[in-house]
């Protein structure tokens, strides 16, 4: 029974209008739908964010990166929903060692009101404070302090100098300090007079000088101590005016945070620095602050008492979904800046900036796997952290001790965050390979598929997914008929018929050109017409090189025959992919035979320009040419196949029927019709095998057809298998249906040879033997002819060599 070509209903899937029967434009559609058919990816989602166990972060996979990311983020979202919002987080000045700041943890929204009042205390203190010194209460009590002193001071002499009076000495001070002079009453004895007296008077005012010299050194000796105890004094005396001006500032504080006992034992540390420092903050009331912008920051007493909130969640009603675009090692971990202060480059509390770990802590943190991999120490940073389960901000330089300046140890942080990795399947099971860590870190696969299933239900939730991508991207409402047409063309993206692609990225594109359109036309709605135009649009946009391949074979450069017959040559396709354009065009197989030892040569692997896939389904013929005609005798032949003006790498064994034929047609000298061609893999047993890429192959082949016209004998030969994924162009099908072109599929080997060469294939019958008239009953003669050859050592006669059909 001959073969006949497919029905046009077989050749492309058209979405029935009545599916879609629910809305006239997508503004109509309510339920809108932001993913399809993700439900194994939505369950892995669901136990790797439920399970609370360390390692259970997760790998979320597919084929498009921004399509699986936006699904992550919108999934994750909803999770984040059902949970509470994460505490704020802020750094603090440690007064005892400044290089090891404190992490301090607050409820929701506090730390930004523990800023404010800090930064409102330190904003009023020195006028606070200048105004207590220059108080009248505090002068007086200063001048009340210095009189006890100095009362004290000069009684103490005083009395030993009337003690020493009484003795016959007087104190007196001259330049070189305190001395004892012998007087007589009130007088000081002159050194004529002294000179005078006898040696006994002489030797007892000695005496006396010496002992009062011995009082007033044991006198003078408590003098620095009283003064210590003065400046004590006064020390306590403005100590304790910093405390009665200060103390109600810091009550009204710890006022508003009686339940967090960590803010009020800062507090407290805040209230005894400034009790230490106080009187050297009242010289910043009167503008005697530093000017550099470093000097401000570095040194300015009253930073000191500043409150760094590095994570603030004021706002939030739920977890947070942090997404880092760039995750470098600090945008992921936090980082300490530095100023210069003095040529120096110094560092404080102030300067610490929080990474997304801090910002997504308490909730979820989605990272691009290749990005993230790509930034130096971030990914180790990212699993010592995970694993740590503590967040320390570090430099990389101090890491690898590569840096001299001065840094900062600031307290750790507590981590509680899932981690979402987003990559495709490929870094995935790299990572698994060679990284033995991330099993034990990312114990959860999240695999988005890149299509679904197509039928009714899927097209109409489609439909819902349509309305989606037009309403968060702001375009026009499209109508029904476009809504069905861009359904056909996902089916058409995903290479199958009967599945969807979900392929947001590239339906985005689609729409928005589309909308462009109908913009232009001054229109509301896009319609199906601005859909099949923005489609024409992109194709004319990236075609050039199709268009050049098309235009040399129809020129005879490249030398591919769309109409005759020949003898070991038929017509192949192969895909090309330019960018996101995939495109066929046909390529030449020849294949020669001769008397050999059972060899088929591939001129492209000879050559190492075929891989090893094409490589593999060159050797099936030979185990295929075995296993049909070499059960009884040996395959004395040698053949040739190569795939004619190639040029390039050629991977695949798409090809292989195609040359599987061009080698039977050498052997049975039958001619094969020109203006078919083939695409399909077979096994060595002859069953036809799916390809890839049936779309574009057919058309490439059509396009050259109607370039050199088409008279009704064009066709494609196909695998049966890949009659599903059919959704080919409108003109392909619309020349199909009025019998100007044709497709056809087929199971065997032996179909495929008879509509290439119009000549059965033929069966064994009982005695083993091929019917005459039948190809393979041509293949076997010449095959047993060559034999006899081999045997006796000479060449088997071929008289139908270059032979051609009518």
């Given at each position: ?144 302090i210095q009189n006890e002193f100095k009362k004290m001071h000069e009684g103490s002499l005083q009395e030993l100098g009337d003690e020493a009076a009484k003795n016959g000495l007087a104190l007196v001070q001259g330049s070189q300090g305190f001395v004892f002079v012998p007087i007589r009453g009130n007088d000081v004895i002159s050194p004529e007079e002294f000179a005078k007296l006898s040696d006994e008077e002489k030797e007892k005012i000695g005496q006396k000088t010496e002992e009062f010299t011995e009082k007033f050194a044991i ?337 005879g450069t490249l030398m591919i025959a769309t109409d005759g017959n020949e003898v070991g040559q038929v017509n192949g396709l192969a895909v090309m992919q330019v960018a996101e354009y995939a495109f066929a065009h046909p390529l030449r197989i020849t294949a020669n035979v001769w008397l050999g030892k059972g060899n088929i040569i591939d001129i492209e692997r000879e050559s190492e320009l075929g891989g090893k896939i094409h490589s593999k389904g060159v050797m099936i013929l030979s ?184």
């Amino acid at each position: 029974m001959p073969l006949n070509p497919l029905s046009s209903d077989k050749l492309r899937w058209r979405c029935d209008l009545k599916l879609l029967d629910f809305f006239t434009t997508t503004a109509e559609i309510r339920e809108l739908q932001e993913s399809l058919g993700q439900s194994r990816a939505e369950e892995a989602l669901d136990y790797g964010t439920a399970i609370n166990k360390p390692g259970y972060n997760i790998y979320a996979m597919s084929d498009t990166g921004d399509n699986r990311r936006k699904s992550v983020q919108k999934i994750l979202s909803r999770k984040a929903a059902g949970r509470a919002v994460p505490q704020d987080w802020c750094y603090i000045n440690n007064f005892e060692n400044p290089g090891k700041p404190y992490a301090l943890a607050l409820p929701p929204g506090r730390g930004r009101q523990l800023k404010n009042d800090m930064d409102q205390f330190v904003s009023e203190l020195p006028g606070v404070i200048s105004g207590a010194f220059e108080s009248d209460e505090y002068r007086n009590g200063l001048e009340n302090i210095q009189n006890e002193f100095k009362k004290m001071h000069e009684g103490s002499l005083q009395e030993l100098g009337d003690e020493a009076a009484k003795n016959g000495l007087a104190l007196v001070q001259g330049s070189q300090g305190f001395v004892f002079v012998p007087i007589r009453g009130n007088d000081v004895i002159s050194p004529e007079e002294f000179a005078k007296l006898s040696d006994e008077e002489k030797e007892k005012i000695g005496q006396k000088t010496e002992e009062f010299t011995e009082k007033f050194a044991i006198l003078s000796r408590q003098f620095p101590k009283w003064r210590r105890d003065l400046q004590a004094r006064l020390r306590e005396a403005n100590a304790e005016t910093v405390r009665e001006a200060v103390g109600h500032m810091i009550d009204e504080i710890r006022e508003g945070y009686r339940d967090i006992p960590a803010v009020g034992a800062f507090l407290d540390q805040v209230f005894a620095e400034v009790v230490k420092v106080g009187e050297g903050l009242a010289g910043r009331h009167r503008g005697e602050d530093e000017q550099s912008e470093g000097a401000s920051t570095m040194n300015a007493p009253l930073q000191r008492f500043a409150v760094n909130v590095i994570v603030d969640q004021t706002g939030l009603s739920e977890a947070p979904v942090v997404y880092e675009d760039s995750p470098n090692y600090q945008n992921l971990l936090g980082r300490s800046d530095q100023v210069a202060y003095y040529g120096v480059l110094m560092t404080n509390f102030t300067l610490i900036k929080p990474g997304a770990l801090h910002r997504a802590n308490g909730g979820f943190l989605i990272v691009d796997a290749e990005k993230l991999l790509t930034q130096p120490f971030a990914y180790d940073g990212l699993k010592r952290a995970l694993k740590a389960g503590s967040l320390k901000i570090e430099s990389p330089l101090q890491l690898g001790g590569l840096t001299s300046t001065v840094s900062l140890e600031p307290d750790p942080i507590p981590l509680d965050v899932k981690v979402v990795l987003s990559g495709d399947r490929r870094i995935y099971y790299l990572l698994l390979e060679y990284d033995p860590e991330f099993r034990d870190l990312f114990r959860v696969v999240a695999d988005f598929d890149g299509d679904v299933l197509r039928d009714d239900a899927s097209a109409r939730h489609y439909a819902g997914y349509i309305a989606h991508l037009a309403s968060e991207h702001k375009l026009k409402p499209f109508a029904r008929e476009a809504v069905a047409q861009l359904i056909e063309h996902s089916a058409r993206l995903s290479g199958d018929a009967e599945k969807l692609s979900v392929n947001a990225h590239m339906m985005v594109d689609l729409m928005s050109e589309a909308d462009h359109l109908a913009a232009g036309e001054g229109k509301d709605t896009v319609g199906a017409e601005h859909i099949g135009e923005a489609l024409q649009r992109q194709i004319r946009r990236a075609d050039r090189v199709r268009l050049e391949l098309e235009r040399e074979v129809v020129r005879g450069t490249l030398m591919i025959a769309t109409d005759g017959n020949e003898v070991g040559q038929v017509n192949g396709l192969a895909v090309m992919q330019v960018a996101e354009y995939a495109f066929a065009h046909p390529l030449r197989i020849t294949a020669n035979v001769w008397l050999g030892k059972g060899n088929i040569i591939d001129i492209e692997r000879e050559s190492e320009l075929g891989g090893k896939i094409h490589s593999k389904g060159v050797m099936i013929l030979s185990s295929f040419l075995a296993w049909k005609f070499g059960r009884d005798r040996p395959l004395a032949i040698g053949a040739s196949l190569v795939f004619e003006q190639s040029y390039g790498p050629v991977e695949g064994d798409s090809a292989s029927l195609a040359e599987l034929c061009a080698l039977l047609s050498g052997l049975a000298v039958l001619p094969i019709r020109q203006n078919l061609s083939v695409t399909g893999s077979v096994n060595q047993h002859g069953r036809v095998q799916a390809i890839g890429g049936v779309n574009e192959k057919i058309e490439g082949f059509f396009d050259l057809c109607q370039a050199r016209g088409l008279d009704g004998s064009h066709g494609v030969i196909i695998p049966e298998a890949n009659v599903k994924h059919l959704m080919l162009r409108h003109d392909v099908v619309a020349a199909c249906t009025a019998g100007k072109f044709h497709v056809y599929s087929v199971t065997t080997v032996d179909e495929a040879l008879e509509l290439l060469t119009g000549v059965s294939a033929g069966e064994l019958n009982k005695e083993g033997k091929y019917a005459r008239g039948s190809a393979y009953y041509a293949v076997s003669e010449r095959l047993s002819a060559m034999a006899k050859a081999a045997q006796k050592g000479t060449p088997a006669k071929d008289n139908n060599h270059g032979k051609k059909g009518k």
